[in-house]
């Protein structure tokens, strides 16, 4: 899950502000597939310093222990005030300090809703998967021009980071049910997802799905019990 903000198409007028365009799309969608953390400067918490840590780490050990007890993940708390929580290469599972203290007081059902996406990214290994994506030249490498081919390679990873959270959304349901908990319980998170924190647009360059499609996908799932 990630809820930063999604770019906005200036108007094109000239040249130059293509250009400026080009440029402002890549270092977008180059600052979320690098990981959220560096490049805003947040900072983990050091123990005990932020609120929600213990809970954090119990919400994801809950997840675990019913589906794959045979593993460890480690709850990491960052101090900010963005509402995220996101993964990388490694089996570190990221919150903001600002969401997971909305999450604690929503309840055990919302913070394993979280943790249970958050896993299902990690073991899935969607990081690597769209990084190797971003960087290997698959897409269109035949087209001269390298802004319409940068262009198309954005698109292309925006469409598989989707398709990564569809997948991570299938995941999660099934990890929450064997813990004990039940696919409503992951649709009122994204129903309260939709209603608290901004939605991503329609756009081919946006990294994650409507929430509503999202809600709607979850919607059609048989019980995994
Ligand atoms: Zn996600």
């Given at each position: 899950?990630?809820?930063?903000?999604?770019?906005?198409?200036p108007?094109?007028?000239?040249?130059?502000?293509?250009?400026?365009?080009h440029?402002?799309i890549?270092?977008?969608?180059l600052?979320?597939q690098?990981g959220?953390?560096?490049?805003?400067?947040?900072h983990p918490?050091?123990?005990?310093?932020?609120?929600?840590?213990?809970?954090?780490?119990?919400a994801i050990?809950r997840?675990?222990?019913k589906?794959?007890p045979?593993e460890?993940?480690?709850?990491?708390?960052y101090?900010?005030?963005?509402?995220?929580?996101?993964?990388?290469?490694?089996?570190?599972?990221n919150?903001s300090?600002?969401l997971l203290?909305k999450?604690?007081?929503?309840?055990?059902?919302?913070?394993?809703s979280?943790s249970a996406h958050?896993?299902?990214h990690i073991?899935s290994?969607?990081?690597s998967r769209k990084?190797?994506?971003?960087y290997?030249?698959?897409i269109?490498s035949?087209?001269?021009n390298?802004f319409?081919?940068r262009?198309?390679?954005?698109?292309?990873?925006?469409?598989?980071?989707?398709?990564?959270?569809?997948?991570?959304?299938?995941l999660?349901?099934?990890?929450?049910e064997?813990?004990?908990?039940?696919?409503?319980?992951?649709?009122?998170?994204?129903k309260?997802?939709?209603?608290?924190l901004k939605d991503?647009?329609?756009?081919?360059?946006?990294?994650?799905p409507?929430?509503?499609?999202?809600i709607?996908?979850?919607?059609?799932?048989?019980s995994?019990?």
């Open positions: 899950m990630s809820t930063h903000k999604e770019s906005q198409t108007g094109l007028k000239n040249r130059n502000s293509g250009l400026v365009f440029a402002l890549f270092s977008i969608l600052f979320m690098t959220c953390a560096t490049q805003l400067g947040q918490c050091a123990v005990d310093e932020c609120f929600g840590q213990d809970i954090w780490q119990k050990d997840i675990v222990a589906n794959f045979e460890q993940y480690y709850g990491r708390v101090s900010d005030r963005l509402n995220n929580a996101w993964t990388t290469h490694d089996t570190n599972v919150i300090e600002d203290t999450l604690i007081l929503l309840g055990d059902p919302y913070l394993l979280v958050e896993i299902a073991r290994d969607h990081y990084a190797s994506l971003s290997v030249s698959s269109g035949q087209d001269t390298p319409t081919y262009e198309k390679r954005l698109k292309a990873v925006a469409r598989v980071s989707r398709k990564h959270e569809i997948e991570a959304d299938m999660a349901v099934q990890y929450m064997k813990a004990g908990y039940h696919r409503e319980d992951y649709l009122n998170f994204l309260w997802m939709k209603s608290n991503a647009p329609h756009s081919d360059l946006a990294t994650h409507p929430i509503i499609e999202r709607n996908r979850i919607k059609k799932l048989a995994f019990q």
